[in-house]
Antibody, heavy 117, light 110 residues
C-alpha cells in the first residue's frame, strides 16, 4: 500500500523559513516523479513543485520560484520542500503526492503551514 | 498558469446524474489526454477518481465517468448517492512538468 506521510508544518512568521518532509513507503520511491500540492484554507488545490526520479529536473510554480526548492533523498525515501521568504499567502495545507506516468495518483494526509505574525 | 474553470456548485437528487465541466485551454486540457478528477471530503486528502480523461482506478465505482471535447473535460456521476457529496477537482498536465487544477466544484446531494 502506498503511504506518504508529511511532516514539518507549523506556525512561522512572515519572511521565515520552513522545511517540509514526506516519508514514502509501499512503492519504489526512486522510480517516480514526486510532487507538492497545496491548498489554502477554504480554497482549491494548487500545484507547487515536481521533481524527477533522480532529482536532475525540478519545476516550481511561478509564485514559488526563488523561494521554494523541492529535493529528494532516494536512499531514505524522503521528499522535501524547503520554503523561505514565506508570505501570508503561502498559508495552506501542503500535500506530498506521487506522479505515476502523468497522473498524480497518491496523496499524503497533508501538513499545515501557517504564516502569521 | 491559470486555473481551469469549473462551476462552483452542482446539485442533484439521489439516483440522478450530474455532470461537472472543466474548461482549460489549448495549452493544457486541449493539448494532453492527461486530465484527472479528484474527490475530496472535508478535512481529507484528495482521492483519484478518473485519470487520463476517462480511465477509472481500481476500486472506483463505475458510476463515475470522464470525457473530453476540445478544451473542456467533464466528469459525470450517475446514480447519485449521499456519499458522493464532496468537492471535486479537475487537473490537467500543462507541459514542462507543471500541473494546473480547477477551482473545485461542490457537489450537493439534495
Amino acid at each position: 500500500e502506498v503511504q506518504l506521510v508529511e511532516s514539518g508544518g507549523g506556525l512561522v512568521q512572515p519572511g521565515g523559513s520552513l522545511r517540509l518532509s514526506c516519508a514514502a513507503s509501499g512503492f519504489t520511491f526512486s522510480s517516480y516523479w514526486m510532487t507538492w500540492v497545496r491548498q489554502a484554507p477554504g480554497k482549491g488545490l494548487e500545484w507547487v513543485a515536481s521533481i524527477k526520479q533522480d532529482g536532475s529536473e525540478k519545476y516550481h510554480v511561478d509564485s514559488a520560484k526563488g523561494r521554494f526548492t523541492i529535493s529528494r533523498d532516494n536512499a531514505k525515501n524522503l521528499l522535501f520542500l524547503q520554503m523561505s521568504s514565506l508570505r501570508a499567502e503561502d498559508t495552506a495545507v501542503y500535500y506530498c503526492a506521487r506522479d505515476s506516468a502523468g497522473t498524480i495518483d497518491s496523496w499524503g494526509q497533508g501538513t499545515l503551514v501557517t504564516v502569521s505574525s | 498558469q491559470s486555473a481551469l474553470t469549473q462551476p462552483a456548485s452542482v446539485s442533484g437528487s439521489p439516483g440522478q446524474s450530474i455532470t461537472i465541466s472543466c474548461t482549460g485551454t489549448s495549452s493544457d486540457v486541449g493539448n494532453y489526454n492527461l486530465v484527472s478528477w479528484y474527490q475530496q471530503h472535508p478535512g481529507k486528502a484528495p482521492k483519484l477518481m478518473i485519470y487520463e480523461v476517462d480511465k477509472r482506478p481500481s476500486g472506483v465505482s463505475n458510476r463515475f465517468s470522464g470525457s473530453k471535447s476540445g478544451n473542456t473535460a467533464s466528469l459525470t456521476i450517475s446514480g447519485l448517492q449521499a456519499e458522493d457529496e464532496a468537492d471535486y477537482y479537475c487537473c490537467s498536465y500543462a507541459g514542462n512538468s507543471a500541473w494546473v487544477f480547477g477551482g473545485g466544484t461542490k457537489v450537493t446531494v439534495l
